[in-house]
């Protein structure tokens, strides 16, 4: 089996990250990493936000910020409290451009691969990841605050650092249970 398999097959969503998060020279790796993702037309449709230290703090009191008035002390703790959970968070980014062979959803996928190339390249240098979408990436005030333009969309928030511990090993479906012939 090759490194490159292996890692596909140990990867895992890691939901308990402590400190240290990836060092610089591991994350110009990983990024590095994230921009072999197939891109039609090299247009380069993403981009990514690294926010760790202080800037995690400012994440959460974004993320309290799209709540009413109306809204439970325990709603807004949860929110304020949410980057917390890692020492770090890439936010990654999908950043369409026109182009008459290469439609928006397809530079979507472009960017969420390499997402996923972001959590390979972190696991295989020592690093937990958990990939997390939910409503704050799609919130208006959360899209704003983070300074993204009218064409980009966030495709997830990346906590990555230190595996507290490790979750028990999730099953995974037969391919046979999954893939079939076609045509039939």
């Not at 994440?59 to 009413?68: K, M, N």
């Not at 993204?148 to 507290?164: C, D, M, N, P, R």
């Amino acid at each position: 089996m090759t490194p490159v398999i292996e890692a596909l097959l140990e990867r895992s969503s890691e939901p308990r990250l402590q400190s240290p998060a990836p060092d610089q020279h591991t994350l110009d790796k990983a990024f590095a990493c994230a921009a072999r993702a197939p891109d039609h037309a090299l247009l380069r449709p993403w981009r990514y936000l690294v926010v760790s230290g202080d800037g995690l703090a400012k994440l959460g009191e974004l993320f309290a910020s799209t709540l009413g008035a109306e809204a439970t002390a325990k709603a807004r703790d949860k929110l304020l409290g949410a980057p917390l959970r890692a020492p770090m968070i890439i936010v990654g980014i999908a950043c369409h451009q026109p182009h008459p062979k290469v439609p928006e959803q397809e530079q979507t996928m472009s960017a969420a691969v390499g997402m996923g190339y972001l959590i390979l390249a972190l696991q295989s240098a020592g690093f937990g990841a958990m990939w997390r979408s939910g409503p704050m990436a799609s919130h208006p005030a959360v899209i704003e605050g983070l300074g993204l333009a009218s064409h980009e969309l966030i495709t997830g928030f990346l906590y990555t650092g230190t595996v507290v511990s490790e979750k028990p090993r999730v099953p995974r479906p037969e391919p046979s249970s999954f893939v079939s012939q076609w045509p039939f």
